[in-house]
């Protein structure tokens, strides 16, 4: 029924889902515009490198990401393949993110996101883990390496041309 501009929807006289004239869609009797879940999408991304010098392709045919967003987060997923390498070293940030990072404005975590890697040589055995975390502000992830004590971030003179990884997170949008 409706219920002035809105369109409500009940279920044994309670109220479930409610579509306000002003966008969006709430819940169980929530009309508060500031919880409207008002935007859905899904889509694809192809990343990119830069590094501090030298360069790294990323693979055009062999290297596809998914993202789905849900209001103000964002879930990303890949497969990320090397197709070329050209003297890397330094850092490694991989651009193409759908969205910009929030800002952190309010203060809480704009996201992180773990990686699995495969074929990237001279992996030190205390290495544990390579991350890469979202750029407040930005359409970029930093690719960083955790030894369980610290991070290491100069990580680009391990990449070779095939080199690929997989990767899955979230992070949040202004």
Avoid at 111 to 135: C, E, K, R, W, Y
């Amino acid at each position: 029924y409706r219920d002035t501009n809105d369109m409500v929807f009940k279920l044994q006289g309670a109220e479930k889902i409610r579509l306000p004239s002003s966008g969006g869609i709430t819940f169980n009797g929530d009309t508060a515009a500031a919880n409207a879940l008002d935007d859905y999408e899904e889509g694809t991304w192809q990343p990119s490198y830069t590094t501090s010098s030298g360069s790294i392709t990323a693979h055009p045919s062999y290297s596809l990401c998914r993202y789905t967003k849900i209001g103000r987060v964002v879930q990303i997923q890949g497969l990320v393949s090397t197709s070329a390498v050209s003297s890397p070293s330094g850092s490694v940030k991989m651009y193409g993110l759908p969205f910009a990072v929030d800002n952190n404005s309010s203060g809480e975590n704009s996201g992180n996101a773990a990686i699995a890697v495969s074929n990237i040589i001279d992996f030190a055995s205390s290495i544990n883990m390579l991350t890469i975390h979202p750029q407040t502000g930005t359409t970029y992830l930093n690719l960083v390496e955790f030894n369980g004590t610290s991070t290491n971030t100069s990580i680009a003179n391990r990449w070779q041309q095939d080199t690929y990884f997989t990767f899955s997170g979230t992070y949040t949008i202004a």
